[in-house]
T-cell receptor, first 111, second 118 residues
């Protein structure tokens, strides 16, 4: 079956530091890949997505590249802000577009 | 409102009682999904509705869980004889169908219903 593995948190960074949250996946077919973000007290929001190999999704300074050869979709941001503190979920979509999620990585950014 | 709405936002119930959770999808979204977010399990898919097709119930954890979608819009998730392990945040999402394309379907999530079973 499908699965998503992402690094355990919390990830604690100072403002303006470089962020990487690793995500790898297992899928029987050819999935689309997503990063969702959940800010404190709010619902899930789509952050970025990629639908085929070598696609790069980007939004709000975050980027992730669909790497089929390594089955990875690592999230990166060059300079994090305190407002980026949230829980980040990597996910894939294959059959019917139902999402399979990783367990989430909490990011804490301090001033 | 323009987004997915869910009610109630919080529900506290006693073990053994039945509960109903409601989801109002974005108008025009024919696809509707229920997920559960619980400690230790992360986010789990429960059930998927697409138009008039038979729902995909493959994620429902037991026969105590059921869901309906009336008129292709509002959906109700029902949990019968609730157990403490049912305590979680239940999330609903909706999306437009993009049949025939590989475009990843944007799923818009509601704020969730936090269920606590005492």
């Amino acid at each position: 079956g499908n699965s998503v593995t992402q690094m355990e948190g919390p990830v604690t960074l100072s403002e303006e530091a470089f962020l990487t949250i690793n995500c790898t996946y297992t899928a029987t077919g050819y999935p689309s890949l997503f990063w969702y973000v959940q800010y404190p007290g709010e619902g899930l929001q789509l952050l970025l997505k990629a639908t085929k190999a070598d696609d790069k999704g980007s939004n709000k300074g975050f980027e992730a590249t669909y790497r089929k050869e390594t089955t990875s979709f690592h999230l990166e941001k060059g300079s994090v802000q305190v407002s980026d503190s949230a829980v980040y979920f990597c996910a894939l979509s294959e059959t019917h577009s139902t999402l399979t999620f990783g367990k989430g990585t909490m990011l804490l950014v301090s001033p | 409102g323009a987004g997915v709405s869910q009610s109630p936002s919080n529900k506290v119930t006693e073990k053994g009682k039945d509960v109903e959770l409601r989801c109002d999808p974005i108008s025009g979204h024919t696809a509707l999904y229920w997920y559960r977010q619980s400690l230790g399990q992360g986010l789990e898919f429960l059930i998927y509705f697409q138009g008039n097709s038979a729902p995909d119930k493959s994620g429902l954890p037991s026969d105590r869980f059921s869901a309906e979608r009336t008129g292709g819009s509002v959906s109700t998730l029902t949990i019968q004889r609730t157990q403490q392990e049912d305590s979680a945040v239940y999330l609903c999402a909706s999306s437009l169908p993009l049949a025939g394309t590989r475009e990843g379907r944007w799923q818009f999530f509601g704020p969730g219903t936090r269920l606590t079973v005492l």
